[in-house]
């Protein structure tokens, strides 16, 4: 005899068998995107294995994962998006670096460079890592709420922390830091 753990493997398994394919189609046509869509639509089957015992679905379970799924699919072109912005911006400033002399406000962009990532490096485990998925990730604070298992107000308040940190430890470079930016 199956045990009701098998038994939720078992519907698990059927429900995936049964909504795959539609999930995957439908992703597809969002991302355009063979291996993204099918990435996410696995993403939001792991979701709701780890959640199985607690989710409450309020609607019908086909609009819950169709729902999913393009919420899914939002959030990874929203970090696509962001991803592709930090790129541009550091192919600009090292396009700059190319074009500029040696001069001391390049030197002194390499050195908050450094400086920046080094008090990254300086800020608690959980403040950094809530830092960087917001600026570095184009995370949205309920996101990353839900992706680290942590309240609304924590993300808030680690984000609150490392800002004032950074901006307290880096005060020297702001006007080089408003030029770079002013200009990009």
């Not at 990730?137 to 990353?144: F, L, S």
Request: proline content about 3%; glycine content about 2%.
């Amino acid at each position: 005899m199956a045990s009701p753990k098998d038994k939720a493997i078992i519907s698990f398994e059927d429900l995936f068998r049964t909504y795959f394919q539609n999930l995957y189609a439908y992703a597809f046509l969002t991302v355009r995107d063979g291996r993204r869509a099918e990435e996410i639509v696995q993403q939001v089957f792991c979701r709701l294995w780890e959640k199985w015992s607690t989710i409450a679905v309020h609607t019908s379970l086909n609009a819950y994962l169709y729902r999913a799924v393009h919420n899914e699919c939002l959030q990874q072109q929203r970090r696509r998006k962001h991803l592709t912005r930090y790129q541009s911006h550091v192919v600009w400033l090292e396009k700059q670096a190319r074009m500029a002399d040696p001069s001391s406000e390049r030197l002194q962009q390499k050195e908050l460079e450094r400086r920046f990532y080094q008090e990254l490096e300086r800020l608690p485990g959980q403040c950094r890592l809530v830092f960087q998925l917001h600026r570095f990730a184009g995370m949205k604070y309920p996101e990353i709420a839900r992706q680290l298992d942590i309240s609304l107000k924590t993300v808030e308040s680690q984000m609150a922390k490392a800002l004032k940190r950074l901006r307290t430890s880096l005060a020297e470079f702001l006007p080089l830091l408003i030029i770079v930016l002013w200009h990009h």
